[in-house]
């Protein structure tokens, strides 16, 4: 899912739950949460509950990357099934405000 999660994606109920728990991870600068802002491309858990988090970041340059992948790999590891995380960060397609959701758009008052 190298374009984002969109609408029909379908997950597991393993990888719904690791996608609720991403919601509660928030980037700092920025106050919204990495699923709304569009940061996460694709996630997979195996039949060994190992979860592999594909993901972006607003910038290569993002100082806060390491806080965010401890933080996601809390969110992750925190799920019933899962047993380990694995945060592949990936810079193609690269990220841009199209990829937010409405409601981060609205929370950051972006329009269009």
């Not at 100082?63 to 960060?89: K, M, W, Y």
Request: proline share 4%; net charge negative; glycine share 10%.
């Amino acid at each position: 899912m190298a374009d984002g999660i969109g609408e029909g994606a379908e997950f597991s109920p393993i990888e719904d739950a690791v996608m609720k728990s991403l919601e509660d991870v928030i980037d700092p600068e920025l106050g919204i949460d990495m699923v709304n802002l569009g940061l996460i491309y694709d996630i997979h858990v195996d039949d060994d509950g190992n979860c592999v988090v594909t993901m972006t970041l607003t910038t290569m340059g993002c100082p806060l990357g390491n806080l965010l992948a401890d933080q996601i790999n809390r969110a992750v590891t925190s799920v019933d099934g899962v047993t380990g995380c694995e945060i592949d960060l990936v810079w193609e397609p690269a990220w841009d405000m199209s990829k937010m959701s409405r409601f981060a758009k609205v929370a950051l008052g972006i329009h269009g």
